[in-house]
């Protein structure tokens, strides 16, 4: 039955009838406790509604957004969305934004929770208009929210209601919040509530009598009654024991992802030319020419390999919505997704010009945000389920900013609130003495959070592995989020070169086996890793003529056991396996593999660990000791 929820965290989705006899359909977005993190999250699923509805100018589905007045305040998030606002690829067409504004944050007054006059003074960096009203006169607020309604839709921004108001009871129901205001909830006990001052105002307008007002509360204190008494009644009569949690599936079946060679020669043709006229960076036409003779020799690089699948996505109807940091041009400018004339500026992004009928190819250089940018990219996923949605972090650590998001909605919202999602995270991974912040996309935190099939991590090291891994998250009917460590130096690497006909056939595989071994029964080692570091255990183990196999794991998560036993065995005389990382001891796989690995090692073998020492920092922020460690760490594997 998943985990559930507590009640008011479910989304839930009604309709009803509006004056004008028109049928509207309110959906209410499943949200976290963890304070305005739903915001970009509803801005994003808003999005794929309007994309989907194509008409753009329509702006026809309306997100609002209610805050409290402290979290509006105090939540940078807040921020990070109304940036979004009217940015070409995240604009809604404008959100109305209504502050409940209590003058108190659980226990916290305004001058602790910020340093400016209102809670709403934060929504001045986008101009937005602010209406402050009374929540003690309801009909003052609705001419608020009918002003703000208009504004949005004639001007298709932005607006904020700050609707100044208070909480007559505490926090939650076992709160007293007199313990921290005395004086302000002495004064809020004095207090006539608003249902008895709006119905003195309406008797002595003669709007309403007051048997009729007493008609009317009476009403509905029954229903009230009702409805508790029907909720008594229907518990069961006897004790609910759930269900054990099912285990997990793990390894799905193989599908088929290849692309016959007519239709990539068809992607490329178009990949590879211009409109006419169109002048192409000098630097970038030398670029195209070596892409080009490399293609015609048999192989594909990364960023290829990646066009060339996401062109044959396209082709087969799916939409594409691509967001990152510099991600158009791609942060080691490897994709130039779009062109722009060297003599213009205009732009050309080839992918959205290959057939009639095509799927709509979106890719956008994101504000520099992870926060918001994250959650708007997961938003639209939930709702864009036959799209292909990917977010790509300039360099994989930076994820870090957006934890938030994956903690409350990535790993957790199917087992919260049956709410799926075919999110791609592409996280730049490997170390390459670039230092603290540009080593390493955290893989260790996402391991940490894997449970019940809810996500799936990938670390591959070859384009043709990279071409199936995205097709495959489309192609496949079951929806879920994948991590990708993807590379830096491998982009550009030989090594990481595929064969065009392996894109033409086959699927992605969870595990690579050594294809250099040719005698299995001499190897006496076999070194399993992830990621990069097997191009240099490779490298040494040659150098070193060592009798040792190096195995990928590429894909962690859901972990290939099945696979890693059948590999075993065909390794009869292997006395040791060893796994290496690059990454410290307390970071990287390392933990997470050696659980699930050692197991599966036989009596016969020594299982081994290899990587850097724990550390507090992810890598060195000197290069030459980058280097020292690297060979220290290659050193210590085929000791």
Same mark, same amino acid.
């Given at each position: 039955?998943?985990?559930?929820?507590?009640?008011?965290?479910?989304?839930?989705?009604?309709?009803?009838?509006?004056?004008?006899? *028109?049928?509207?359909?309110?959906?209410?977005?499943?949200?976290?406790?963890?304070?305005?993190?739903?915001?970009?999250?509803?801005?994003?699923?808003?999005?794929?509604?309007?994309?989907?509805?194509?008409?753009?100018?329509?702006?026809?589905?309306?997100?609002?957004? !209610?805050?409290?007045?402290?979290?509006?305040?105090?939540?940078?998030?807040?921020?990070?969305?109304?940036?979004?606002?009217?940015? *070409?690829?995240?604009?809604?067409?404008?959100?109305?934004?209504?502050?409940?504004?209590?003058?108190?944050?659980?226990?916290?007054?305004?001058?602790?929770?910020?340093?400016?006059?209102?809670?709403?003074?934060?929504?001045?960096?986008?101009?937005?208009?602010?209406?402050?009203?009374?929540?003690?006169?309801?009909?003052?607020?609705?001419?608020?929210?009918?002003?703000?309604?208009?504004?949005?839709?004639?001007?298709?921004?932005?607006?904020?209601?700050?609707?100044?108001?208070?909480?007559?009871?505490?926090?939650?129901?076992?709160?007293?919040?007199?313990?921290?205001?005395?004086?302000?909830?002495?004064?809020?006990?004095?207090?006539? &509530?608003?249902?008895?001052?709006?119905?003195?105002?309406?008797?002595?307008?003669?709007?309403?009598?007051?048997?009729?007002?007493?008609?009317?509360? %009476?009403?509905?204190?029954?229903?009230?009654?009702?409805?508790?008494?029907?909720?008594?009644?229907?518990?069961?009569?006897?004790?609910?024991?759930?269900?054990?949690?099912?285990?997990? !599936?793990?390894?799905?079946?193989?599908?088929?992802?290849?692309?016959?060679?007519?239709?990539?020669?068809?992607?490329?043709?178009?990949?590879?030319?211009?409109?006419?006229?169109?002048?192409?960076?000098?630097?970038?036409?030398?670029?195209?020419?070596?892409?080009?003779?490399?293609?015609?020799?048999?192989?594909?690089? $990364?960023?290829?390999?990646?066009?060339?699948?996401?062109?044959?996505?396209?082709?087969?109807?799916?939409?594409?919505?691509?967001?990152?940091?510099?991600?158009?041009?791609?942060?080691?400018?490897?994709?130039?997704?779009?062109?722009?004339?060297?003599?213009?500026?205009?732009?050309?992004?080839?992918?959205?010009?290959?057939?009639?009928?095509?799927?709509?190819? $979106?890719?956008?250089?994101?504000?520099?945000?992870?926060?918001?940018?994250?959650?708007?990219?997961?938003?639209?996923?939930?709702?864009?389920?036959?799209?292909?949605?990917?977010?790509?972090?300039?360099?994989?650590?930076?994820?870090?900013?957006?934890?938030?998001?994956?903690?409350?909605?990535?790993?957790?919202?199917?087992?919260?609130?049956?709410?799926?999602?075919?999110?791609?995270?592409?996280?730049?991974?490997?170390?390459?003495?670039?230092?603290?912040?540009?080593?390493?996309?955290? !893989?260790?935190?996402?391991?940490?959070?894997?449970?019940?099939?809810?996500?799936?991590?990938?670390?591959?090291?070859?384009?043709?592995?990279?071409?199936?891994?995205?097709?495959?998250?489309?192609?496949?009917?079951?929806?879920?989020?994948?991590?990708?460590?993807?590379?830096?130096?491998?982009?550009?690497?030989?090594?990481?070169?595929?064969?065009?006909?392996?894109?033409?056939?086959?699927?992605?595989?969870?595990?690579?086996?050594?294809? &250099?071994?040719?005698?299995?029964?001499?190897?006496?080692?076999?070194?399993?890793?992830?990621?990069?570091?097997?191009?240099?255990?490779?490298?040494?183990?040659?150098?070193?003529?060592?009798?040792?196999? !190096?195995?990928?794991?590429?894909?962690?998560?859901?972990?290939?056991?099945?696979?890693?036993?059948?590999?075993?065995?065909?390794?009869?005389?292997? &006395?040791?396996?060893?796994?290496?990382?690059?990454?410290?001891?307390?970071?990287?796989?390392?933990?997470?593999?050696?659980?699930?690995?050692?197991?599966?090692?036989?009596?016969?073998?020594?299982?081994?660990?290899? &990587?850097?020492?724990?550390?507090?920092?992810?890598?060195?922020?000197?290069?030459?000791?980058?280097?020292?460690?690297?060979?220290?760490?290659? %050193?210590?594997?085929?000791?």
């Amino acid at each position: 039955q998943g985990s559930g929820d507590v009640k008011y965290h479910l989304g839930q989705t009604g309709t009803f009838t509006s004056r004008t006899g *028109k049928e509207l359909t309110v959906e209410l977005a499943a949200n976290p406790s963890h304070l305005e993190t739903v915001d970009p999250v509803v801005e994003g699923m808003v999005r794929a509604m309007q994309d989907h509805i194509n008409d753009p100018e329509a702006f026809s589905v309306l997100p609002v957004l !209610v805050h409290g007045d402290a979290a509006f305040a105090g939540q940078g998030v807040v921020a990070e969305t109304l940036n979004c606002s009217t940015i *070409k690829g995240y604009r809604v067409g404008g959100t109305i934004h209504l502050i409940i504004n209590n003058q108190l944050g659980f226990t916290t007054a305004p001058d602790s929770a910020r340093s400016s006059e209102y809670c709403t003074d934060v929504a001045k960096m986008i101009e937005a208009p602010i209406f402050h009203v009374n929540g003690d006169d309801p009909e003052a607020c609705v001419r608020v929210a009918r002003l703000a309604y208009r504004f949005r839709q004639t001007f298709r921004k932005d607006v904020v209601i700050d609707m100044v108001c208070y909480r007559r009871h505490g926090h939650n129901e076992g709160d007293d919040p007199s313990y921290t205001q005395p004086l302000m909830y002495k004064r809020i006990d004095a207090r006539r &509530s608003v249902r008895k001052l709006y119905t003195e105002a309406l008797v002595k307008r003669g709007d309403l009598s007051m048997e009729e007002a007493e008609q009317a509360l %009476d009403d509905f204190s029954a229903r009230l009654q009702t409805a508790l008494t029907e909720t008594r009644d229907s518990k069961p009569a006897t004790e609910i024991i759930a269900k054990r949690v099912p285990p997990a !599936v793990g390894v799905l079946p193989h599908l088929d992802t290849g692309v016959d060679r007519e239709t990539l020669n068809r992607i490329y043709a178009v990949m590879s030319s211009v409109p006419d006229g169109f002048q192409v960076h000098p630097k970038l036409a030398k670029q195209f020419e070596s892409r080009t003779k490399m293609v015609h020799d048999g192989e594909v690089d $990364w960023a290829t390999a990646e066009a060339l699948s996401l062109g044959s996505i396209l082709l087969e109807g799916n939409n594409i919505r691509f967001a990152g940091q510099d991600s158009r041009r791609g942060t080691f400018s490897q994709r130039h997704s779009v062109l722009s004339d060297y003599g213009t500026g205009e732009e050309y992004a080839p992918l959205a010009n290959l057939a009639e009928g095509q799927g709509k190819f $979106w890719i956008y250089d994101s504000l520099l945000s992870e926060y918001a940018a994250l959650g708007f990219e997961y938003g639209y996923s939930v709702v864009a389920k036959d799209a292909l949605v990917c977010w790509e972090a300039q360099f994989g650590d930076f994820v870090n900013g957006a934890m938030i998001v994956i903690d409350q909605y990535l790993v957790a919202a199917e087992d919260k609130w049956d709410q799926t999602s075919g999110l791609v995270l592409l996280l730049p991974h490997g170390f390459e003495g670039q230092g603290p912040e540009h080593s390493s996309g955290r !893989v260790e935190r996402f391991l940490t959070l894997c449970a019940e099939d809810n996500i799936q991590v990938a670390n591959a090291t070859t384009s043709a592995q990279y071409f199936h891994l995205l097709r495959r998250q489309i192609r496949r009917e079951v929806r879920k989020p994948l991590v990708v460590m993807t590379p830096k130096s491998l982009l550009r690497a030989k090594q990481a070169r595929s064969p065009i006909s392996e894109l033409t056939q086959g699927s992605f595989r969870e595990l690579l086996d050594d294809p &250099s071994v040719t005698d299995r029964a001499a190897v006496q080692q076999v070194v399993f890793c992830s990621g990069k570091v097997a191009y240099d255990a490779i490298a040494r183990r040659d150098e070193r003529n060592h009798p040792a196999a !190096v195995v990928r794991i590429e894909q962690l998560y859901p972990f290939p056991y099945t696979q890693i036993t059948d590999l075993l065995a065909t390794y009869p005389n292997a &006395s040791e396996v060893t796994w290496l990382q690059e990454e410290p001891d307390n970071m990287g796989p390392r933990a997470f593999v050696s659980e699930r690995l050692r197991p599966l090692v036989p009596e016969s073998m020594k299982f081994r660990q290899v &990587s850097r020492t724990g550390s507090g920092s992810p890598a060195t922020g000197t290069h030459a000791i980058h280097v020292q460690e690297q060979t220290q760490l290659l %050193d210590e594997t085929f000791t």
